[in-house]
């Protein structure tokens, strides 16, 4: 149903809608007409009193129990054979690009009509006619998601004075009372009953009496005790019996006739919305005229003789008035006199284009008589301005396509339904067939309830979803189709349902639009599935929110945490708003553009039982199938679902890389290194001293110099007006050392003086002696720099600012990559490979026995994610996963791996080991010499770590960033926690210019401004404790250790 739109939507068939549906027909716009009753044709009704009890359904909620057709409730004996009855209306979304992305981009249509959580048909114009309790239910519903109604709804409820009474025992010719089949073809037509109201008398006190035909098959006993009282009190039930009996034994029973009374009541009840039973209250209107109607009840008895049974209510009426009154302004009323609903929404009175209402629930008052003619008169007026309405609105539309594509192009689907609606030859067959092809579809649906509960930014939320999968979809089931790594349409689907978020609303928060997606493929990432939920939640206040949802399995250590990453759903919340008009003062729950939050939902193993025990669908079983197999292959066979990943085309030429000059330089140790400067291009501005920036890089991988990226930290600074340096130092791959240590960088590499040959020292042969510098490092480089200025081998007063990314003076791994360090691994390795200590990233035909065996113990190792690549399983199997793959692109990925790490320098492991096993800096020797100077450190200070965290801890930065506050309260000292980053896609990824870069720039000017001070808000707390996607390193050790004594073995036999 998601699919169809139209250009007007009728809500119910009464005399509202049925009056405005053919006018709307005969003016040419395509119709849907929603009714939640069935046709009835001739041999449909009920010819005796069991019958008419098998076709309702009858509940009597306080016991608990129910009797009648299941079909009659839940299926109305809809004509399309599925459940029609409309439940609730929401607005398009329009003018926002998130929301826009759960909305089926073939539609453009203003309104969406619900009948339930998950099927929705679309139209530009919706015309309630439900009838009083209909409309105003749809209406309250409608306002719990968001639709902003006057707070008039439910006020000004009249039952136009009604009351109905039952004379039996009447000797009088009444003829007001049904035949049967046998008597139908007896009894002449002069002599058969009339009609449904066959006279009438008006009182001149003010309320009318209408006689009433009752069929055969009606119950009427409910009229002779069950549910009234009688008048006379002596033996009216005894009557009603004997005259029962009479009438099954085929004798001449008296004759009978029901009496309606209509006339004039307070109109003060009203209709209210029951939140907990979703069941609508009525609160009748006051009836002053009820003494008077019962008296002249009774006179019309004792004219006609016999009994007059009486209902035990006040009021019993089949001509319900108001809810949605219709008035000059909101304050008065829910809708204006042309039937348009009011939008509350601003300062100003305003309504809801597009949003009718016609029927009954208009008419503010009591009529005294039959309201037939009133609510058909009403209905006439009201089509007349709806009809000009929708085709002004199709003359704008039919404009603007001409202003913007030059054209006239009607919607397919529109004009579909309009040639369907202006055809002659159409008839019931054809819609019959229409109905059985939408059956046939939704049985191949799975439909199943999943309710999550967890924390979202530290506070509890619950989700209440129900999932709808393979929402229209045909496809042919087969065994194979999940094995050739293409996304599957079976495992897609809509969601409904709503949320529990006190934090953001007390009332619950209703899911408007949601998809999710139970095989998401990230080509960048071809060894985990995903699966993707999306989620637009509308509150009551008219706010909306978008709730995305993520759950990553990785084939870590085989199924080790399969239970746990299929039922973890990270989620993230944020607060939606318009871009083409301003959302009005009051609608919204707190400044939307401030909520961002993020979160972990999960189900519990009792809910997950649940989950299946609700499972409903002829194919659940194939889709439990697939969905098992999908997760078979993630996490037990491990073959890829991207065997060939698509490459994102990227022309290195469009923009020019800036030209550089490269500096080699000789240390004081012997070694070779180099660096690379890229001069200040642009005009420096006046009264502000820029100062040149260095770069130092991790462990053997280029992170500033980028030649496939449009966007590096390099180009980022050049084109900022800074003087750009990276230093390749002896841990580069083109200086690969086969024996030095993290202290030697620091000491050798880095440091300024009139005699020592470093990058800073050539820096300064430029700049002059006292020029200072801002560094910004990664890694081993923040360790190096740390080490250099701690070691009192770079003075602090060169140093404008220091910016350090995943690393300081501290060095706090995760638990999986600290359980290898604690092993005897590198120790072993350095056995093995002996005097050659770098070892080259592809396979080489001239490697040593020694660095094969290595190379092949490495890729053995676990790692969060793998790869398709050769060279980035090695890489990742000495450090670990130093980046999220779905955060870079596949032209860096690439590069990295094919022609920048060419060669791997081991031989600073043992130092880095110590490091890692102290989480601080020590020498290699593992003594504690630098931490104790935090004198040295008189420098400002901005410390970076990844929110998702991997290889590196943000306590790293946590704990420098106390160190540097306590030590040097007078310098200003920043930390930022930058949430979807890992390790040194902080500085490679795609998106690193935008939510890395900025943080950079920002502390060197302020630096260069002479803000020395911090601010308060400038600091992204952390408790210390989160450590991300870490995983148990119980698994971990116990893997790492077996293949320790395999290596030992190994040795051992070599030796």
Same mark, same amino acid.
Not at 357 to 371: E, Q
Not at 382 to 389: G, N
């Given at each position: ?335 204006s006199p042309k039937g348009m609903v009011f939008d509350v929404s601003g300062d100003q009175p305003a309504v809801h284009e ?42 704008r539309v039919q404009q603007n396509d001409v202003i913007t594509t030059g054209s006239i192009e009607l919607d397919s689907t ?199 025990? @609700?499972?409903?669908?002829?194919? #659940?079983?194939?889709?439990? &199938? %697939?969905?098992?197999?999908?997760? *078979? =292959?993630?996490?037990? /066979? ?21 030209? @550089?000059?490269?500096?080699?330089? #000789?240390?004081?140790?012997? &070694? %070779?290194?180099?660096?690379?400067? *890229? =001069?200040?291009?642009? /005009? ?372």
């Open positions: 149903m998601g699919n169809e739109s139209y250009d007007v939507i009728v809500v119910g068939s009464g005399y509202g809608g049925s009056v405005a549906a053919c006018r709307l027909s005969m003016a040419g716009a395509s119709v849907c007409l929603i009714e939640k009753g069935k046709q009835w044709g001739a041999q449909d009704f009920p010819t005796n009193s069991f019958n008419i009890l098998a076709a309702s359904k009858v509940e009597f909620r306080k016991w608990g129990l129910g009797f009648g057709s299941d079909k009659a409730l839940f299926q109305a004996g809809c004509f399309v054979k599925t459940e029609s009855e409309v439940d609730y209306i929401i607005k398009s979304a329009q003018g926002n690009d998130e929301e826009n992305k759960c909305s089926d981009k073939k539609q453009h249509r203003r309104w969406q009509v619900y009948f339930d959580s998950l099927e929705h048909v679309s139209a530009d114009f919706i015309v309630l006619s439900a009838g009083v309790l209909g409309t105003t239910k749809i209406l309250f519903q409608s306002e719990r998601r968001g639709l902003n109604l006057s707070s008039r709804l439910g006020y000004g409820f009249s039952c136009n004075g009604n009351n109905v009474a039952y004379i039996a025992g009447s000797q009088a010719p009444l003829n007001a009372y049904g035949l049967d089949k046998r008597q139908f073809t007896k009894i002449p037509l002069q002599n058969r009953p009339g009609p449904t109201i066959t006279s009438s008398y008006t009182s001149s006190l003010g309320f009318t009496v209408q006689t009433g035909v009752l069929p055969t098959s009606y119950p009427y006993m409910l009229f002779k005790g069950i549910t009234t009282y009688g008048w006379p009190n002596s033996s009216w039930f005894l009557h009603g019996l004997i005259d029962k009996v009479k009438h099954l034994m085929g004798l001449k029973a008296s004759q009978a006739m029901v009496l309606n009374v209509m006339g004039y009541d307070s109109c003060d009840g009203r209709i209210t919305l029951d939140k907990e039973a979703n069941k609508i209250r009525c609160t009748h209107a006051h009836d002053p005229l009820l003494p008077q109607k019962i008296k002249a009840l009774q006179s019309i008895t004792k004219r006609l003789g016999g009994m007059l049974f009486m209902s035990r209510y006040r009021s019993t009426s089949v001509h319900l008035l108001g809810g949605c009154n219709a008035a000059s302004d909101p304050l008065n009323g829910v809708c597009g949003l009718y209402v016609c029927d009954a629930s208009l008419i503010p008052c009591s009529v005294g008589i039959n309201p037939v003619l009133t609510i058909t008169t009403a209905a006439e007026y009201i089509s007349k301005h709806l009809v000009q309405d929708v085709l002004n609105f199709r003359n529109m004009h579909s339904k309009t040639s369907m609606t202006n055809n002659k030859s159409f008839d019931v067959k054809e819609l019959q067939s229409h109905c059985q092809n939408q059956t046939e579809r939704d049985s191949k649906n799975v439909t199943f309830k999943e309710n999550l509960k967890g924390l979202i930014g530290g506070m509890p939320c619950l989700a209440y979803l129900v999932v709808k999968m393979n929402l229209g979809h045909k496809i042919a089931i087969s065994k194979n189709d999940i094995n050739k790594g293409d996304e599957h349409p079976f495992l897609k689907g809509k969601v409904g349902g709503y949320v529990v978020f006190q934090a953001i609303n007390n009332e619950p928060l209703y899911i408007i639009d949601g998809e999710v997606d139970m095989l998401a493929i990230n080509d960048r990432t071809p060894y985990t599935q995903y699966m993707h939920y999306r989620l637009v939640l509308a509150s009551v206040s008219g706010s909306r929110y978008l709730l995305e949802g993520k759950k990553v399995m990785n084939p870590y250590i085989l199924a080790a945490y399969a239970w746990k990453e299929s039922r973890t759903l990270h989620v993230s919340f944020k607060g939606l708003t318009k871009k083409d008009d301003k959302i009005p003062k009051g609608c919204q729950d707190h400044d939307q553009q401030d909520i961002d939050l993020k979160g972990e939902l999960q189900p519990s193993a009792f809910e997950l039982l649940k989950t299946l025990i @609700s499972m409903r669908g002829n194919q #659940k079983r194939q889709f439990l &199938c %697939l969905l098992l197999q999908s997760l *078979w =292959r993630t996490y037990i /066979t491990q073959i890829p679902w991207e065997a060939e990943p698509r490459c994102r085309s990227f022309d290195m030429n469009n923009k020019t890389y800036p030209p @550089s000059i490269l500096h080699e330089l #000789k240390t004081g140790d012997g &070694c %070779l290194i180099s660096c690379q400067q *890229w =001069r200040n291009q642009n /005009t420096w501005k006046s009264g502000v001293q820029r100062y040149p920036v260095l770069l130092l890089n991790g462990h053997s991988a280029e992170s500033f110099c980028l030649p496939t990226e449009p966007t590096d930290l390099v180009r980022t600074l050049v084109e900022q007006g800074y003087e750009t340096w990276v230093l390749q130092s002896r841990v580069h791959p083109q200086h690969a050392s086969n024996n030095f240590t993290i202290e030697d960088i620091g000491k050798f590499d880095i440091p300024a003086g009139d005699s020592i040959h470093a990058v800073i020292t050539k820096i300064q042969e430029l700049h002059g002696l006292n020029s200072k510098i801002h560094v910004i490092a990664h890694c081993v480089g923040g360790l190096s720099i740390h080490i250099a200025l701690l070691g009192g081998h770079v003075s602090a007063a060169h140093i404008a600012s220091l910016s350090c990314v995943n690393s300081s003076m501290f060095f706090k791994l995760t638990t999986s990559a600290l359980v290898k360090m604690r092993l005897p691994l590198i120790p072993v390795s350095m056995a093995i490979l002996g005097k050659n200590k770098t070892i080259s990233m592809f396979e080489e035909p001239d490697d040593s026995f020694r660095h094969w065996l290595v190379k092949s113990a490495t890729r053995l190792i676990p790692r969060h994610e793998r790869c398709t690549l050769s060279e980035c399983n090695l890489f990742s199997g000495i450090f670990g996963n130093t980046f999220w793959h779905e955060n870079v692109s596949y032209s860096i990925h690439q590069w990295l791996n094919k022609q920048n790490v060419t060669k791997l320098p081991l031989s600073a492991f043992p130092h880095l080991q110590k490091i890692c096993i102290s989480g601080f800096i020590v020498d290699p020797k593992g003594r504690n010499k630098y931490l104790i100077h935090p004198e040295r450190m008189a420098v400002p200070t901005l410390y970076v770590s990844g929110g998702r965290t991997l290889l590196v801890t943000p306590e790293t930065t946590f704990l420098a960033h106390k160190y540097m506050k306590l030590h040097q309260p007078k310098f200003k000292h920043k930390r930022v926690v930058i949430d979807g980053f890992g390790h040194s896609d902080l500085l490679i990824g795609e998106d690193a210019h935008k939510k890395v870069f900025p943080h950079f720039l920002s502390h060197i000017r302020s630096v260069e401004e002479g803000v020395t001070m911090e601010r308060k808000d400038s600091l992204l707390l952390w408790d210390g404790t989160h450590d991300g996607d870490e995983r148990l390193g119980a698994v971990n050790y116990f893997l790492c250790l077996m293949m320790l004594l395999v290596l030992a073995i190994l040795v051992f036999l070599m030796f």
